[in-house]
Every structure is written in structure tokens, then in C-alpha cells.
């Protein structure tokens, strides 16, 4: 019975994950199988399958790249795309649920602002870098945990919001903790995708190898010898910190401590598939600019002179990541893509001309 009733949902994502964009949808069918059966096998491993399809990968590392340079090795970084990855490829419905974002939404919680300043802090780490953020957030939601009259909904919320910036291990913790005190059959849903996610980071075959600073180092020294380090910019903000509540908090682990930890257990560095794409072009690229990335060019062509330059300033050092040599695979019962459905008659193509914009003000 239990082969029997995974295999059908399995056997359909199996089937319709070989169309073009239908791989995050046929893996929601493979998280649904894991809702009901944790340690279905088949089920993760077709996950993955779904994810290696090379369409999907170059369509991931180009929405990537535009927000963040693949020669950008940070570790900060890499957790970045990792959320962001999460973010395109989850069908979870309850991302965008306005009645679970309720310290934002509604002023009432009573911990709505111990949960924003946590969150403000993982944003730290997430943008920054800052990982010392991490552990003074969880001082936070330790306290806001303690506090809350609603533990269900405060417990979902920190869940979700590590697992929105990238922070699996944390959200699989919290999220855990939610299903082991309530049943939660929605939230198992998200445990199980999180936690896959969390077992999975090492290979998902659009992220380019986690690294430790040094390729961006050496490409900003091309770019920008005069940019801050990150370390820099780190100490400037905790410097901001002084009199502020949030400096009553601190990390829960001595930073002494930690660097022990840390030295007595080295982190391995972690890689991608060395099968399905091949990152050596990354350690020769000669930080010089280049030709501009298909997408820049695009979106240059589209804007009109004086915003197209200036894209193309800013992405002089953004690489062009090329198309699969094979056809995308189209699902043939699904109508074709008809772009003036969506902007009616006019051309797909037509640029914004804004010199004539200028020529109003």
C-alpha cells in the first residue's frame, strides 16, 4: 500500500518534470510524498533529478546573477543563493500567508518587536555577513519564545523567516519544535522541504562552489582597490550599535570560545557536481570587463540609452552564462507563450526611449 500510494504522485512528477518550468511544481509533488512518508528515498532523490535539468539550471543561474555575480565566493553570498533559490523553487502556500506574519502586520503580538529586531539582525548576517548577528538573533527569539502567549505562531515565524534567508539547520530546528507541540500538518509540509534543503545544499547544480572571499577578493581588487572590506564595513556597523537596546544583547557562545571551536573543528568546504557543470572558469577568470551578459544586453536594449548605460556600467564585470545547446522541451497539451496577452498589441520588443523623457522634464 505504502508503494502503491507514493508512487503515483511520483510517477506524475517524474513524467511532467521533463516539460520546461514544471520541475518546481513536479518537486512540490515529491515534498508532498514526503509530508506523508519523511524517509521516502525516491521521493528526495527525484527532487534532485527534477533540478538537473539543464534548462532549469541555466534559467536559475541567470535570475541569480543578477542579483549577485557568480565570482562573488563570500559565504554570505552563498547563503544568499541558497535562499533565494529556495524562494524560486518552493510552492508552499504558506510563504505569503498575511495572517502568519503577524509581528509585522499586527502591532499587538506581544513580542512583535523582540521578533523584528531578531529578524533585523539575521538581516545582517544576510546581507553583511555579520554571523555574530546569528547568535545575538537567537538570544532574541530565546526570549520571545519565552514571553509569547501564542508559542504556535511565534515558533512558525521564526521558522519561516530562517528559512527565507537561509539559515535550514536553525529552520529545521524551530520548525521541528513546532510539530513535535501541535499538530501541524502544513507546517510538516515545510519541514520536510526545509529540511531537505538543509541535507541538499552541498549539490544544488545551479550554485557555484562555496567559497571562503577569495575570488571576490581578487576580482574588487580589479574593480575597486579602494572598496571596503567586508570586515570594514562590519566593524563600522556594530560601532553604530552603541546605546542602542539591541545592545543589551549578546551571542550566546563566547567569541573566544567559538574561535576554539572553530579552530579545533576546520569547515570542509562544500562543492557542487563537478558532473554537470564545470566552476574552473571561475578560479581564470582575469578580472578584466568583458563582453556584456545576454540579459544585460537585453535589458540595456529595452531601457533606452541613458538607463542602458548605465546597466552596462554596472555589469562590466558580470559574465555571460550561455543557453543549453539542446531545444527547451515545451509540454504539448500547454498552448504556446503569447507575450501580448500580457501587454496587449504592442511590440514584445519596443525600448523606452528616455531621451525623450529628458527632453519633458
Not at 544585460?296 to 555571460?320: C, I, P, Q, S, Y
Amino acid at each position: 500500500m505504502f508503494i502503491i500510494l507514493a508512487s503515483c504522485p511520483l510517477d506524475r512528477a517524474r513524467e511532467e518534470g521533463q516539460w520546461l518550468a514544471y520541475q518546481p511544481d513536479c518537486a512540490a509533488l515529491c515534498f508532498e510524498v514526503l509530508a506523508l512518508y519523511p524517509d521516502h528515498q525516491e521521493a528526495s532523490e527525484l527532487v534532485y533529478e527534477l533540478f538537473c535539468d539543464e534548462w532549469l539550471i541555466y534559467e536559475n543561474r541567470v535570475a541569480l546573477q543578477r542579483l549577485i555575480d557568480e565570482w562573488d565566493d563570500r559565504p554570505s553570498q552563498h547563503r544568499r543563493r541558497l535562499a533565494l533559490s529556495l524562494r524560486y523553487m518552493s510552492r508552499w502556500d504558506g510563504w505569503r500567508d498575511e495572517r502568519e506574519d503577524f509581528p509585522l502586520k499586527n502591532k499587538s503580538s506581544d513580542v512583535a518587536d523582540l521578533l523584528n529586531d531578531a529578524k533585523g539582525e539575521l538581516l545582517e548576517a544576510y546581507c553583511l555577513g555579520d554571523e555574530e548577528c546569528t547568535n545575538v538573533a537567537w538570544s532574541i527569539f530565546a526570549d520571545a519564545l519565552k514571553l509569547t502567549n501564542n508559542p504556535r505562531k511565534t515558533l512558525l515565524w521564526i521558522g519561516k523567516t530562517y528559512a527565507d534567508l537561509g539559515f535550514f539547520a536553525d529552520a529545521v530546528e524551530a520548525l521541528a519544535e513546532l510539530c513535535s507541540r501541535f499538530n501541524e500538518p502544513k507546517v510538516k509540509r515545510l519541514l520536510v522541504e526545509v529540511r531537505w534543503w538543509r541535507d541538499n545544499a552541498h549539490r544544488i547544480p545551479w550554485l557555484p562552489p562555496r567559497g571562503d572571499g577569495a575570488l571576490y577578493r581578487r576580482m574588487m581588487s580589479h574593480i575597486d582597490p579602494s572598496a571596503p572590506t567586508d570586515e570594514e564595513v562590519i566593524k563600522e556597523i556594530r560601532a553604530r550599535r552603541t546605546g542602542k537596546k539591541i545592545s543589551l544583547y549578546h551571542p550566546t557562545i563566547d567569541s573566544s570560545l567559538a574561535n576554539l571551536l572553530a579552530s579545533a573543528i576546520p569547515e570542509e568546504k562544500e562543492s557542487s557536481s563537478p558532473t554537470l557543470i564545470d566552476w574552473s572558469f571561475l578560479e581564470k577568470d582575469d578580472g578584466q570587463p568583458g563582453e556584456p551578459a545576454d540579459w544585460v544586453k537585453k535589458g540595456a536594449k529595452m531601457f533606452g540609452k541613458r538607463m542602458g548605460n548605465d546597466m552596462l556600467e554596472r555589469h562590466r564585470w558580470t559574465r555571460n552564462i550561455p543557453p543549453p545547446s539542446t531545444p527547451p522541451r515545451y509540454n504539448p497539451d500547454e498552448p504556446p507563450f503569447d507575450p501580448s496577452e500580457f501587454l496587449g498589441d504592442e511590440d514584445f520588443g519596443e525600448t523606452f526611449d528616455d531621451d525623450e523623457e529628458d527632453d519633458d522634464l
